[in-house]
């Protein structure tokens, strides 16, 4: 069996002002452990509800060696309209 190190990368499509950082953030970090973009693959999800469903399926088709994704999380209940941005990648979490 060969060795998978391809990355793919999934998106919501929904407040691409914050999840577009957050992508150039993490091609930002991977090369400065000397892993080349050309070894990720991008995706877009219409938000963030569709993203587990989208890395299920790119996980089980065995192509990657992991599977990370953005999202951004709009909270309405407070007339600032406060935003957060949260990214995962594989079994950790961080925001």
């Known amino acids: 069996m060969t060795r998978q190190t391809k990355i793919a990368y999934v998106q919501a499509a ?3 002002d914050i999840t577009d950082r957050c ?11 000397g892993y080349d973009q050309s070894g990720i693959e991008f995706f877009s999800a219409p ?6 469903l989208m890395a ?9 060696a992991a599977v990370c994704a953005s ?4 909270f309405t209940s407070t007339p600032s309209m406060r935003s957060s941005s949260r990214s995962t990648c594989g079994p950790r979490a961080t925001s």
Request: glycine residues 6%; hydrophobic residues 40%; aromatic residues 10%.
């Open 56 to 64: 299920k399926k790119l996980a089980r088709t065995g192509r990657y």
């Open 14 to 16: 929904w407040h691409t």
């Open 71 to 74: 999202r951004a999380i709009t």
């Open 47 to 52: 938000g963030s509800l569709e993203i587990p």
């Open 23 to 33: 992508k150039q953030a993490f091609v930002a970090e991977l090369a400065r452990h």
